[in-house]
Antibody, heavy 123, light 106 residues
Framework: EMQVVESGGGLVQPGGSLRLSCAAS????????MTWVRQAPGRGLEWVSV???????YYTDSVEGRFTISRDTSRNILYLQMNSLRAEDTAVYFC?????????????????WGRGTTVTVSS | DIQMTQSPSTLSASVGDRVTITCRAR??????LAWYQHKPGKAPQLLIF???TLESGVPSRFSGSGSGTEFTLTISSLQPDDFATYYC????????FGQGTKVEIK
């Protein structure tokens, strides 16, 4: 069974740092596109970052330059390093595996999700 | 960013009701649209991809339709387990979600 489990959330002061982890089982993190999505309190889902199987990374504008997505192939873990945290980064952070559409056109959507880990940025 | 707009934001319905949720994209996304179900404290669940393809294991009472800029998710006969929040998501250009539709008990 494919599964991802997030960890590493907590309370941090504005300007602080936190590293989230996403442990995968049943599939290889390095062979798949992997994504972080967040949900702020009372808000909907927001895409945060993706890492392609080849290593290319992308970020939503609001976290560009502050967050870094990476992976540990040997441990099969996805990470999100979050620096210079702001109150508006407060959210539940979800890790997800991306799957490509069948057929010749490769577009990716999320098919395996975790339950999330809560990040609270507050003084 | 491709903005996605869902309606309604909240929907009150009874078990057995037919429920329809609409999702509109600000520009054409062909059929690169997914629907997810999310319950508090749980992992979001993929229901439909490519606008109308049912994910394996998802009950057949769920269906999706549309292409271009307008899409719908239909639950043919609402069941107790279906009370949740539903999100559409475009994956044509990066990824953006609709704001969600909460389906609550009437």
């Amino acid at each position: 069974e494919m599964q991802v489990v997030e960890s590493g959330g907590g309370l941090v002061q504005p300007g602080g740092s936190l590293r989230l982890s996403c442990a995968a089982s049943g599939f290889s993190v390095s062979s798949n596109y992997m994504t972080w999505v967040r949900q702020a309190p009372g808000r909907g889902l927001e895409w945060v970052s993706v890492i392609y199987s080849g290593g290319t990374t992308y970020y939503t504008d609001s976290v560009e330059g502050r967050f870094t997505i990476s992976r540990d192939t040997s441990r099969n873990i996805l990470y999100l390093q979050m620096n210079s945290l702001r109150a508006e980064d407060t959210a539940v952070y979800f890790c997800a595996r991306d799957r490509s559409s069948p057929g010749p056109f490769k577009y990716f959507y999320m098919d395996v999700w975790g339950r999330g880990t809560t990040v609270t940025v507050s003084s | 960013d491709i903005q996605m707009t869902q309606s309604p934001s909240t929907l009150s319905a009874s078990v057995g009701d037919r429920v329809t949720i609409t999702c509109r994209a600000r520009e054409s996304i062909n059929n690169w649209l997914a629907w997810y179900q999310h319950k508090p404290g749980k992992a979001p669940q993929l229901l439909i991809f490519e606008a109308s393809t049912l994910e394996s294991g998802v009950p057949s009472r769920f269906s999706g339709s549309g292409s271009g800029t307008e899409f719908t998710l239909t639950i043919s006969s609402l069941q107790p387990d279906d009370f949740a929040t539903y999100y559409c998501q475009q994956y044509y250009s990066y990824w953006t979600f609709g704001q969600g539709t909460k389906v609550e008990i009437k």
